[in-house]
């Protein structure tokens, strides 16, 4: 199984990015998918997660909003609409996958068993 990330970038602050997160080697439809992110000296902390296909999504409150996931079961990927950003958004962006379905929205980063390698975004104030 592997994931590609890809479209961070430089944004200023209010504008948008859209990131991508392409899964091969599993069955898309049956993985629940999130995004995490880490910004310098911290700690990876969860930013959304959606279930398989039709089973909802779950967004940490500080994104709540502004951010929005969605996926394209043709491509086999899945996006992270970010408008609205802000200078605490900067951090690195990681995709993430489960290799086992359950109904539940998993927030730690522990549970999940894939991972993309991380796409940076910054926005500028």
């Known amino acids: 199984v592997q994931l590609q990330a890809s479209g961070g970038g430089v944004v200023q602050a209010g504008g948008s990015l859209r990131l991508s997160c392409a899964l091969s080697?599993?069955?898309?439809?049956?993985?629940?998918m999130g995004w995490f992110r880490q910004a310098p000296g911290k700690e990876r902390e969860f930013v959304v997660v959606t279930l398989k296909t039709g089973g909802g999504t779950y967004y940490a409150d500080s994104v709540v909003g502004r951010f929005t996931i969605s996926r394209d079961s043709a491509k086999n990927t899945v996006y992270l609409q970010m408008n609205s950003l802000k200078p605490e958004d900067t951090a690195v962006y990681y995709c993430a996958a489960r290799k086992f379905y359950e109904p539940v929205f998993r927030t730690a980063k522990s549970m999940y068993d894939y991972w993309g390698q991380g796409t940076q975004v910054t926005v500028s104030s």
């Open positions: 080697g599993r069955t898309f439809s049956s993985s629940a």
